[in-house]
């Protein structure tokens, strides 16, 4: 079972994405065939399936708009490294999901679409859905025993 974000309601995705993780583990179905199999998002890995509807997870290590949009950059050269883009017209239904510049950038995520190529493996986000954030970055804080000094 592989979940489809843009058919998948709502109410049942977390039981959905659950469902698909266990047939993964067991390498159920489609989760046995290597075409099918979970990427990281090194683009080494995501290069040759470029024009495939893919699967695969990483760190975030930047987020920030550019001139209209959300960028989520998976290295530091983003004109070869894997990048992600949510769209202006569809940031406001992120931000609704809690799916911001600021819980994504540092965070661990697994992300699902059309995989294609434009400096580097690029995926267009228009559905939150099409987002699992597994880690959140820690914020930074107070040092520890740093009060009242």
Known sequence: MRVDP????????????????LA???GKGLWGHPAYRL?????????????SVQVFEGKVMTAGKGR?????????????DTTARIQRQHLSVFEE???TAETLS????RLRGWLQSWNGPFLDLSQPAQVELLEVARQPGPEAGAEGQ
């Open 6 to 21: 843009f058919s998948a309601s709502s109410a049942r995705l977390l039981e959905l994405y659950a469902e698909e993780e």
């Open 24 to 26: 993964r583990r067991e």
């Open 39 to 51: 990427r990281s998002a090194e683009p080494e890995e995501l290069l040759p399936w470029i024009g």
């Open 68 to 80: 209209r949009d959300l960028y989520l950059n998976f290295g530091s050269d983003w004109q070869q």
């Open 97 to 99: 999901a809690g799916l």
């Open 106 to 109: 540092g965070a661990r995520v």
